[in-house]
């Protein structure tokens, strides 16, 4: 079956730093990926949709300077949050659609900045 | 955003009853109605969809609904066990995005 590919699992960073999260679809063409940031004991909220060699869609209230999204090619993207601070500590995961109708979640990545 | 809501929050059942899940959308446009099951920390595992096109599905003990005309679409479990016990999430996607409900934490009491 389809397999996003997710990293890092976890990351610890310094507030001010910038943290780069990489998504990459391992047998499927990835035409559009959805990032999601999910609070504990919350839903998953949707921050962003790219599609493969555009500028990504922001979500209200989604500081797009903040959290860069870059979707190059049909098997890669990358969400780098700049300048972190303890309230961007969350658990960010990536959703892959490819031109066959249908979702592949990457394994999620637990932001902690201290 | 086009809004996803769902109810209840909590659902607590007796082992072997039934549990239902319930979700509304407002996106006219949304096509695809996918419920995922997630542990703590991992990502969501789809357990069932339905595509506009269709008014029921099922899948052993679990079935979903789809009442396209009341943007309502439901999720129901039978026969429960223990290790039905999640968070369970409804979602609405369209061609430009996926939303998700926000969430049900099903108990199933042995």
């Known amino acids: 079956g389809a397999v996003v590919s997710q990293h890092p699992s976890r990351v610890i960073c310094k507030s001010g730093t910038s943290v780069k999260i990489e998504c990459r679809s391992l047998d499927f063409q990835a035409t559009t990926m959805f990032w999601y940031r999910q609070f504990p004991k919350q839903s998953l909220m949707l921050m962003a949709t790219?599609?493969?060699?555009?500028?990504?869609?922001?979500e209200q209230g989604v500081e797009k300077d903040k959290f860069l999204i870059n979707h190059a090619s049909l098997t890669l993207s990358t969400l780098t949050v700049t300048s972190a601070h303890p309230e961007d500590s969350s658990f960010y995961i990536c959703?892959?659609?490819?031109?066959?109708?249908?979702?592949?979640f990457g394994s999620g990545t637990r932001l902690t900045v201290v | 955003g086009e809004n996803v809501e769902q109810h209840p929050s909590t659902l607590s059942v007796q082992e072997g009853d039934s549990a239902v899940i319930k979700c509304t959308y407002s996106?006219?446009?949304?096509?695809?109605f996918p419920w995922y099951k997630q542990e703590l920390g991992k990502r969501p595992q789809l357990i069932i969809d339905i595509r506009s096109n269709v008014g029921e599905k099922k899948d052993q003990r679990i079935a979903v609904t789809l009442n396209k005309t009341a943007k309502h679409f439901s999720l129901h479990i039978t026969e429960t066990q223990p290790e039905d016990s999640a968070v369970y999430f409804c979602a609405s996607s369209s061609l430009n995005d996926m939303r998700f409900g926000a969430g049900t934490r099903l108990t199933v009491k042995p």
């Open positions: 996106d006219s446009a949304s096509n695809y």
């Open positions: 959703s892959a659609r490819g031109r066959v109708r249908g979702y592949t």
């Open positions: 790219s599609n493969e060699g555009s500028k990504a869609t922001y």
